[in-house]
């Protein structure tokens, strides 16, 4: 079988040092660590025993000069939604196949709007891919597999207060999507939510009932309902610690950290207010519909630390495009193409805690 190059642009941060650590694991797969900073992407390439290069994402020519014998691209350097799209670009000019981990809706919306390029190159551009984005559209997407019609689904996102592996532009991004305003499904259109929160219990790793309250819906999700037949979609998050979660939306909403050296304070704070506490992120998805007119519940819950979530999901994917499951050219997010039985199966065998249950109600 052919060995496939794959470029990790961002390859020596939290989530794409564990994306190149997984994919090493595969013999027909050469990770490349790519960055801006040649030691750095050298020492992280030494240490996992695979290739590296330099890249400057804002610079064509470096960008084409990294390209070279490049088969697929597991992008994890999106620092903002504004940011460019030159290495997606190019990628569907040049028939490479491009997965990122972007959580900016207008960052997305222009990635999957290089759909006719890349089809008529032969590239598969998937986009939105990690544990928010991602995991739950992947999720909502197979249920297309277990029901006939969705009724209701419901996501609980619920972060740890151990912020020690946050990074000051991962607070970034999470203050941007703090500013999208919450959504919900119903009755064939996203409407705004009336604000109630909802309680809710999680076993593993909290074990307690957590009150969260309605959240935004990211790009992926915003597709679902072209994909499967649903009548309600819910996001809901909050932390483990109320006193936390609230301090991260103050601080967010008083712009502590539109800077970087404004987040790198800000972070400091936060990390010692959840000092020795869990450093793991949940995600429990509850749909409910019917299926030969009977109906079922499914109960879709996995958790972990969150750049080990995030890590795994393009992870699994580029195995997916690797071994040829997924034949599709062009743009899309991953609910639109993932085989999601495949990929459930590969979430069992990926060192997590994970189930995915369904039952007769």
């Known amino acids: 079988m052919k060995t496939h190059r794959v470029l990790i642009p961002g390859g020596y941060g939290a989530v794409g040092s564990i994306i190149a650590s997984l994919l090493s694991k595969n013999e027909n797969?050469?990770?490349?660590?790519?960055?801006?900073?040649?030691?750095?992407?050298?020492k992280r390439a030494e240490k996992l025993g695979c290739q590296w290069t330099t890249v400057d994402l804002e610079d064509k020519d470096s960008i084409q000069e990294a390209l070279n014998e490049i088969d697929i691209i597991i992008n994890c350097y999106i620092p903002s939604a504004d940011f460019n799209t030159y290495l997606p670009e190019?990628?569907?000019?040049?028939?490479?196949?491009?997965?990122?981990?972007?959580?900016?809706?207008?960052?997305?919306?222009?990635?999957?709007?290089?759909?006719?390029?890349?089809?008529?190159?032969?590239?598969?551009?998937?986009?939105?891919l990690g544990l928010f984005p991602g995991a739950p559209g992947l999720i909502l997407g197979g249920n297309r597999d277990y029901f006939d019609q969705v009724d209701c689904a419901d996501i609980f996102f619920t972060s740890g207060s151990n912020m020690d592996n946050l990074t000051p532009l991962a607070l970034q991004g999470i203050g941007y999507l703090m500013q999208v305003p919450p959504k919900k499904w119903e009755n064939g259109k996203w409407t705004k939510p009336q604000g109630k929160a909802r309680r809710e219990y999680i076993s593993k790793p909290f074990n307690k009932q957590i009150t969260f309250y309605p959240y935004m819906v990211t790009f992926d999700l915003l597709k679902i309902p072209e994909i499967v037949k649903i009548n309600h979609i819910n996001m809901w998050s909050m932390s483990e610690s109320m006193f936390l979660g609230m301090a991260l939306v103050l601080g967010l909403k008083l712009g502590f950290a539109k800077t970087i050296k404004k987040a790198t304070t800000f972070l400091r704070l936060l990390r010692y207010l959840g000092r020795n506490k869990n450093e793991d992120y949940s995600l429990r998805v509850i749909s409910q519909g019917t299926r030969d007119a009977k109906?079922?519940?499914?109960?879709?819950e996995m958790n972990a630390p969150e750049e080990h979530l995030t890590a795994i999901v393009p992870a699994i994917i580029c195995e997916q495009i690797i071994d040829g499951d997924i034949k599709k050219v062009g743009a899309y997010t991953g609910a639109e193409v993932v085989k999601t039985r495949r990929f459930s199966d590969s979430l069992k065998n990926a060192g997590i805690n994970y189930r995915d249950e369904i039952r007769a109600l």
């Open 29 to 42: 797969i050469i990770p490349v660590v790519a960055g801006r900073s040649k030691d750095q992407a050298k």
């Open 90 to 128: 190019m990628a569907a000019e040049q028939g490479i196949h491009y997965l990122d981990v972007a959580a900016f809706n207008g960052y997305n919306e222009r990635v999957v709007g290089l759909h006719k390029i890349a089809a008529k190159s032969g590239a598969l551009l998937i986009t939105a």
């Open 295 to 300: 109906k079922y519940e499914r109960v879709v």
